[in-house]
């Protein structure tokens, strides 16, 4: 194929190598150059630089922040985060049950020294968990409160102008059509705006831009990470979490003294607890009584009155599993619950010493035995000596004697009380807290039998009274109540961290189905008079459809500018013309190489370049890799 003047030219203004040569500015470079500002970034990412910072404390400092505020560092300090979750849940944390991390210490005395040394037993409050939390924090704010001026800067912006050469670009398409160049540049104007781009006209082109929402979803993911951090903060800072155990009848009011036990963050002060209670009225609980899940719970519920500030009024509603009572910024949820035996204890006087029910200690979690411990420190013998006494044994809702003593059933189908009795000093009065669910039998005596050798103890049903030895006093079982177990938490970054979450999931979506694009329409007068109208598009990335989009804008700015039909081709030349066509030869293989680009198609990015169909101008003869080039065009 013969090589006219034209391509050459057009070869050199492209950034073609000359034949035999080498490119100076080749591949990706050159390209950006040629596209000028049309090309300039379509995302508000940082550019990568590579700066060697000059020696002394500020040059090593701004390196630091720089690294620090990258994505790529931000990226890394979130996986280090999440992968210093995991000691958090795989080793017993002190903030959640320090029972449980008791329990592994006392397995584990060769582990112990070196977890509490690497804070592994409070991971979420231990100082390298923080470290990270942090960095992390001053990352993200340090990536993103630059990227959000530049992108409010690109929104106050316009549009960039048309390269020069259109036909660089991944998309383009060409035609040739008899409408005037302002009528066409006037209705792809309205096209645009229609399929909502922002427009902007600039000399013999339209420039329009569309996708704005892609960035957008980027800035807003990366925020709602910020928010989800300050939140997570914020629970921990100012959150309440306790327990507290009701029987039926009892009753809860949101202060400090009525929790079995709490935790509370570090800026937690006890005026900030909301004035709330409740009491509950009635629990009921149900069992699977056969097939594979027998004794499976298929009734939980507690159901209360409650009430809000001192003088509120007084509502009913129920509590059952995962779903919480809400009340003045606290959840109230329904943990666990068992079985409190109604006793009436008298002394060797008959004067009751104590009445009401007995909150035993679950020893079995499917059948719900429980140990039943009761002190009675003001106590007088039948002589009037005073005395202290103490009860210990189990109760087992559901008793068969040939099944030993633990209850088959959860259910209350046959409860009984198994009890025996100590007399002595109880320690309660050396000023040591004791635990109510144990008995310190160290200085005390055990009763026994008539005999003098056997331990006394007895199995009561509901209804039965047991006859301490010596006319030392009295026990009746009276009844049973149920009690339950509820959590009261308060955790005020909670909805923050719900905001967070939800919006981080909308700003993904957005930044992966978004795509930002830009689109350019040039119509300027050819050299036979028609209207030589090309378009032209550009991605921010690989954007599949974006040669479809482009066909598609094509055609609807056809309905107003059609394209002209295809001239008549030239006669036969006669024999004495010939001597003329072979004269030039050379100047028709330049004017079909001109009129090949004059095709109504749409070329993808795999394409090669398209010659330039229009008549050279002004912006034909500017630097290529002048980086004002668009502005110019």
């Known amino acids: 194929m013969s090589t006219t003047d034209t391509d050459t030219a057009a070869g050199k203004e492209a950034g073609a190598p000359p034949e035999g040569g080498t490119a100076p500015d080749s591949g990706a470079a050159g390209e950006e150059r040629e596209l000028g500002a049309a090309g300039s970034q379509l995302s508000t990412a940082p550019a990568e630089e590579i700066n060697v910072p000059s020696l002394g404390p500020l040059g090593w400092a701004r390196w630091f922040w720089r690294q620090l505020t990258s994505m790529r560092v931000a990226l890394l300090l979130l996986l280090l985060l999440s992968l210093a979750t995991i000691p958090g849940s795989l080793v017993p944390q002190t903030s959640i049950d320090q029972l449980k991390v008791q329990d592994f210490q006392n397995r584990h005395p060769t582990l112990t020294p070196i977890y509490e040394k690497l804070q592994l037993f409070h991971v979420y409050s231990s100082v390298w968990f923080s470290a990270v939390y942090l960095l992390l924090f001053i990352s993200l704010i340090g990536c993103i409160v630059p990227r959000t001026w530049q992108f409010i800067g690109q929104l106050r912006g316009r549009p960039p102008a048309a390269p020069r050469r259109l036909t660089r670009l991944p998309a383009y398409t060409t035609w040739r059509s008899e409408a005037e160049p302002e009528?066409?540049?006037?209705?792809?104007?309205?096209?645009?705006?229609?399929?909502?781009?922002?427009?902007?006209?600039?000399?013999?082109a339209v420039a329009a831009e569309k996708g704005y929402l892609r960035e957008v979803g980027n800035l807003l993911f990366h925020i709602a990470l910020i928010v989800l951090l300050v939140s997570f903060a914020a629970g921990q800072l100012w959150k309440t979490e306790g327990t507290s155990l009701i029987t039926e009848g009892g009753g809860f009011s949101n202060s400090r003294t009525q929790y079995d036990d709490i935790k509370t963050g570090?800026?937690?002060?006890?005026?900030?607890?909301?004035?709330?209670?409740?009491?509950?009225?009635?629990?009921?609980?149900?069992?699977?009584?056969?097939?594979?899940?027998?004794?499976?719970?298929?009734?939980?519920?507690?159901?209360?009155?409650?009430?809000?500030?001192?003088?509120?009024?007084?509502?009913?509603?129920?509590?059952?599993?995962?779903?919480?009572?809400?009340?003045?910024?606290?959840?109230?949820?329904?943990?666990?619950?068992?079985y409190s035996p109604v006793v009436t204890i008298r002394d060797g006087k008959g004067d009751v010493t104590y009445q009401g029910p007995v909150v035993g200690l679950p020893i079995d979690g499917a059948n719900l035995t429980e140990s039943v411990v009761i002190k009675v420190p003001d106590y007088r013998d039948k002589n009037g000596k005073k005395d202290q006494?103490?009860?210990?044994?189990?109760?087992?809702?559901?008793?068969?004697?040939?099944?030993?003593?633990f209850s088959v059933f959860p259910a209350l189908d046959n409860p009984t009380l198994v009890l025996t009795a100590y007399h002595g000093s109880l320690g309660v009065d050396g000023g040591t807290p004791q635990s109510v669910y144990q008995l310190d039998k160290s200085r005390m005596k055990q009763f026994m039998e008539s005999d003098g050798k056997t331990k006394f103890a007895r199995a009561?049903?509901?209804?039965?009274?047991?006859?301490?030895?010596?006319?030392?006093?009295?026990?009746?079982?009276?009844?049973?109540?149920?009690?339950?177990?509820?959590?009261?938490?308060h955790k005020p970054g909670d909805q923050g961290a719900l905001i967070g979450a939800v919006a981080a999931l909308v700003g993904l979506a957005g930044s992966l189905f978004i795509q930002r694009r830009r689109v350019w329409v040039r119509a300027v007068t050819g050299a036979d008079g028609t209207t030589v109208v090309e378009m032209a598009g550009l991605g921010r990335t690989e954007y599949a459809k974006l040669p479809e989009e482009l066909a598609d804008l094509a055609v609807r700015l056809q309905t107003d500018a059609p394209p002209a039909p295809d001239a008549e081709p030239d006669p036969e030349p006669g024999p004495e013309s010939k001597t003329d066509s072979t004269k030039d030869s050379t100047k028709d293989s330049a004017e079909n190489s001109v009129g090949d680009s004059e095709e109504n198609s749409v070329r993808?990015?795999?394409?090669?370049?398209?010659?330039?169909?229009?008549?050279?101008s002004a912006s034909d003869t500017a630097d290529p890799a002048d980086p004002a080039e668009g502005a110019r065009a």
Do not use: C
């Not at 096209?191 to 781009?197: A, E, P, S």
């Not at 006494?389 to 003593?405: C, K």
């Open 183 to 204: 009528q066409v540049l006037l209705a792809a104007q309205k096209i645009m705006k229609r399929r909502r781009f922002r427009v902007h006209a600039s000399g013999d």
């Open 266 to 338: 570090q800026l937690f002060n006890s005026d900030d607890l909301a004035p709330f209670g409740f009491q509950l009225d009635r629990f009921t609980a149900t069992y699977e009584r056969n097939g594979p899940q027998m004794r499976t719970p298929r009734t939980f519920r507690a159901d209360i009155t409650y009430w809000e500030g001192a003088d509120g009024a007084a509502r009913k509603t129920s509590i059952k599993v995962n779903e919480p009572l809400e009340i003045s910024g606290y959840k109230v949820y329904l943990l666990n619950h068992g």
């Open 389 to 405: 006494i103490g009860f210990q044994g189990q109760f087992l809702p559901t008793w068969v004697r040939s099944h030993g003593m």
């Open 460 to 489: 009561l049903a509901v209804g039965d009274t047991m006859k301490l030895p010596n006319g030392a006093g009295t026990l009746s079982f009276d009844g049973v109540k149920e009690w339950a177990s509820f959590q009261i938490s």
């Open 604 to 616: 993808g990015s795999e394409e090669g370049p398209v010659k330039d169909p229009t008549p050279e």
